[in-house]
């Protein structure tokens, strides 16, 4: 390939779906071209845009007159090699999703800017030879200094710059000022590796851990995906670790995703104490430059485990050695705007294409997930039992229909919270509504407190006296008389706003705290909420689905779901299983010690056969159950399926656009695909915009991705796609 016919087709972060042709730039080294590179480029009206070269070709479709040239090269290096580019190719091609965006939501945001990233150097610092501390009092050094001093004596061996300064922020003029006196001295590890050391297991493993450590290393160098299902406290981190002592100590990687950012600190905290190597943290609560430099770790080996959320099933790695998504279950691991990916699903794809193994971890399998393992694809290990001497919780479901209820609590409930207290035990209560009234009616004329732009109920949160739209976010003062008729209105329905507000009332002396959305906003928020509740510094925690997921509450011997009813009658066909998912996980935060635990279920519907099945046979026997359902309907896990969402201001052009959408794919596809609808979707109108779907099925994968491949074609072509925004949802888990 001479210089002269060098074509490079590169990916650009927009809604069209597919690559565009430049000219290398003139004074560009054609050798040190290779797909992976970013690259700067003028595209439209813009003129430095960042692109990722995807091929080199000697050949274009395009006029070789007409095509631009690249402005420069960004990086000496590709920063995405062929094996991490052709997965985001793979995803691309199956979400049918435009490889511009999925290459730009895959990266760290810096190495999204149009700027040269240079590979990571950090700075290690350690005590000179000739330091000693007694003597630093006679020199002039500041607080911080001294503090700097007293941490690299006490821990002995060098640590970053990194490290130094989330310790002791601006740490870096201090640094400088130590070495400029000959206090410290500097050492540059360009990616440098510490030793591998990891403790020993500090607890006892029962048979059926061992069992499940043991059929996991048996397959560590090839590919295999596990399901180790395990009732709630019984020992799966264990069973990672145990596992993952065998993968670092071969010189290999471990990913391990987590569905929340705040079970990150407990187990980033677990990890430290075990493994004495480099960790590399991604979630969306770290500052830009602290996700490049995780990123680099990973990307160059010297990070040996890799700790995330979502996103981080998109982070490199140098040698991968396992695969373990903690809650495989989790509605989060779920993009559900712009790339709609799903982080589990990537995570397989990738151990497959890695010759690795992973294991899926969950206490209440999806049932996409169960039914691969009915069906051998995936290996899959029980573990029946809790570790050590915790032990299963008793059920105790409090029917409150015509019963005296103080706010949300029946006073049932709180006899049990106050005989938990006196016995100096912790108490957790759930309630997945934050807010302190979810509807403001009017009994008089019956006029409602509405959200302009979604036409749903406003909800009255007292922290701050103002009405909040859940959905779009908008907020207003709040008002307490009817517009209409001027008559005081009421206040329907229960946040954890009210919970709390109670609690104060009937137990004045008590420590309460409140996790949600709206208490967690700042920065190690979550953080000091677990570290408090773990010291026994508060006595009862309300909260969201925030404190369901995987939290070790060793004190906690009454976990109560305050409002059990919802999702029994929903029109989602994941409805129940979300419901089954959502009551074990609650649950399993109580009797995690060596006290005994009680769940209890206020509900309105205590015969409920839900319930019942739950509580008597468990979650598995309840699922099974539905994949029977499921299967008889067609429906996913036995079907395969996509979701076209369109929207709009104008709900004209939303149903003239979906409906000719719908008919051009009846006429591509004929009988071989299931349509339902066009329908307005279940909250219709979001943001200001009116929202209409599209249900796809099919029974075979393969076929439904060909016609929808053709389909995307046609209808990008339409007059008013560009009047309309629209996406499709592969393998949709939120019908909303």
């Not at 003029?173 to 297991?201: D, M, P």
């Not at 680099?296 to 140098?318: E, F, H, Y």
């Not at 072509?717 to 949709?732: A, G, H, Q, T």
Request: net charge positive.
């Amino acid at each position: 390939m001479t210089v002269k016919n060098i074509f490079l087709s590169v990916a650009i972060p927009t809604p069209l779906r597919c690559l565009f042709d430049y000219l290398p730039d003139k004074n560009t080294n054609h050798k040190i071209l290779k797909p992976g590179l970013r690259v700067s480029v003028s595209f439209g009206r813009q003129k430095n845009v960042t692109g990722f070269i995807v091929s080199i070709n000697n050949k274009t479709d395009h006029p070789e007159h007409k095509l631009k040239r690249i402005n420069n090269i960004l990086d000496d290096c590709p920063i995405i090699n062929t094996e991490h580019l052709n997965l985001l190719l793979w995803a691309s091609n199956y979400y049918h999703h435009p490889i511009g965006e999925v290459i730009h939501n895959a990266l760290p945001a810096l190495l999204r800017k149009n700027i040269s990233i240079t590979n990571y150097e950090d700075s290690f610092w350690s005590l000179s030879k000739n330091n000693s501390l007694p003597n630093v009092n006679s020199k002039k050094i500041s607080p911080t200094q001294i503090k700097i001093l007293g941490h690299l004596k006490k821990s002995k061996v060098s640590i970053s710059q990194f490290d130094l300064n989330k310790i002791f922020p601006g740490a870096k003029r201090s640094l400088n000022a130590l070495e400029k006196r000959g206090l410290i001295r500097k050492e540059t590890k360009k990616n440098s590796s510490n030793l591998v050391k990891i403790n020993k297991r500090a607890v006892k493993l029962n048979k059926d851990q061992k069992k499940a450590i043991n059929t996991v290393c048996n397959s560590i160098n090839n590919h295999s995906v596990f399901l180790l299902d395990g009732l709630t406290g019984s020992g799966k981190t264990e069973v990672y670790m145990s596992v993952m002592d065998i993968v670092i100590k071969s010189g290999k990687q471990c990913l391990v995703l987590l569905p929340e950012i705040g079970l990150t600190p407990q187990l980033i905290q677990r990890f430290k104490d075990r493994f004495k190597v480099d960790i590399a943290i991604q979630h969306s609560g770290l500052s830009d430059i602290e996700r490049l430099k995780y990123w680099q770790d990973a990307k160059t080996g010297k990070a040996k485990i890799i700790l995330g959320t979502r996103s981080a099933v998109w982070t490199p790695l140098l040698n991968p050695g396992i695969y373990i998504a903690d809650e495989e279950h989790d509605l989060s691991y779920k993009q559900h705007n712009g790339f709609q990916y799903s982080a589990r699903d990537l995570m397989i794809v990738r151990a497959k294409r890695d010759g690795v193994p992973a294991i899926l971890g969950s206490a209440t399998p999806s049932l996409e997930t169960l039914n691969n393992a009915v069906e051998s694809k995936y290996i899959h290990l029980v573990l029946p039992t809790r570790a050590g001497v915790a032990k299963q919780p008793k059920y105790q479901l409090l029917d409150i229909q015509n019963k005296k209820m103080y706010g949300p609590l029946s006073q049932m409930l709180i006899d049990e919270i106050k005989k938990n207290l006196e016995l100096n035990n912790q108490i957790l209560l759930f309630l997945n509504r934050r807010g302190y009234a979810t509807h403001l009616y009017c009994h008089h004329c019956g006029w409602k407190a509405q959200c302009n732009r979604c036409e749903i109920p406003l909800t009255y949160h007292k922290s701050n006296n103002r009405l909040n739209c859940h959905h779009c976010g908008s907020s207003k003062k709040n008002i307490k008389d009817c517009p209409l008729c001027k008559s005081e209105l009421l206040r329907l329905g229960h946040g954890t706003e009210r919970i709390e507000e109670v609690l104060l009332e009937k137990f004045p002396k008590v420590n309460i705290a409140r996790i949600d959305r709206d208490t967690t906003q700042k920065k190690d928020s979550m953080n000091i909420f677990l570290d408090r509740m773990h010291s026994g510094n508060i006595d009862i925690l309300v909260g969201t689905q925030m404190i369901a997921k995987g939290h070790h509450f060793p004190n906690v011997t009454l976990a109560a779901i305050v409002d059990a009813d919802r999702g029994l009658f929903s029109t989602d066909f994941r409805a129940t299983e979300r419901l089954a998912q959502l009551f074990m996980q609650v649950s399993g935060r109580t009797g995690r010690g060596k006290k005994k635990g009680t769940v209890i279920v206020q509900t309105y519907n205590p015969n409920h056969p839900l319930f019942h099945n739950l509580i008597k046979h468990g979650y598995n026997h309840l699922a099974k159950s539905l994949l029977k359902e499921r299967k008889l309907s067609s429906l996913p896990p036995h079907s395969h399926m996509a979701l076209l969402r369109v929207e709009a201001h104008n709900i004209e052009q939303v149903k003239y656009f979906i409906k000719n959408a719908s008919m051009r794919l009846k006429q591509l596809s004929g009988d071989t695909l299931l349509l339902f609808g066009p329908v307005p979707a279940l909250i219709e109108k979001y943001g200001g915009r009116f929202r209409y779907q599209l249900i796809i099925q099919a029974t075979n994968r393969k076929l439904l991705h060909a016609h929808l491949d053709k389909w995307l074609q046609k209808i990008e072509k339409m007059k008013n796609s560009k009047k309309v925004r629209w996406s499709l949802d592969i393998d949709p888990q939120n019908m909303n």
